[in-house]
């Protein structure tokens, strides 16, 4: 079980880091896509990437606070993607199929860490 708790680590930790380098080439005007941006999106993206890296770091460390985060994650994921989703009628496609690939993304941590965090 160590071994998926390890993999579960890394994989927030990559999430983390390609959130904060994609959102800031965003927020910076290095990189702007061609579709319509929502700027608290980004920004959100960006601080949860470094929440995403935090989470990371407690996950491998199996601390016992590394539950609490992800849930926070993983349920901040869902609402944003629910927002997008059924209420917001700016969004870009993009955006919220970007949304739904982080709110399996933590799901599949979630599953991985859930039972080792628990013990």
Known sequence: MKIM???AA?????IGIMSVISGSMVLLNYNMPNYNVLNWLVVY???????????AILI???NKSAR???LAILISHLLVFLYLYFLSQEVALESIKAMGFRV???M???LLTYKKVNN
Do not use: Q, R
């Not at 890394?10 to 990559?14: D, G, N, Q, T």
């Not at 993206?45 to 989470?55: D, E, Q, R, Y």
């Open 5 to 7: 708790h390890k993999i």
């Open 10 to 14: 890394i994989i927030a930790l990559l």
């Open 45 to 55: 993206n960006v601080i949860l990437g470094g929440i995403s890296i935090v989470a």
């Open 60 to 62: 491998w460390k199996n």
């Open 68 to 70: 609490k985060i992800i």
């Open 104 to 106: 399996s993304v933590w």
């Open 108 to 110: 599949v941590i979630f």
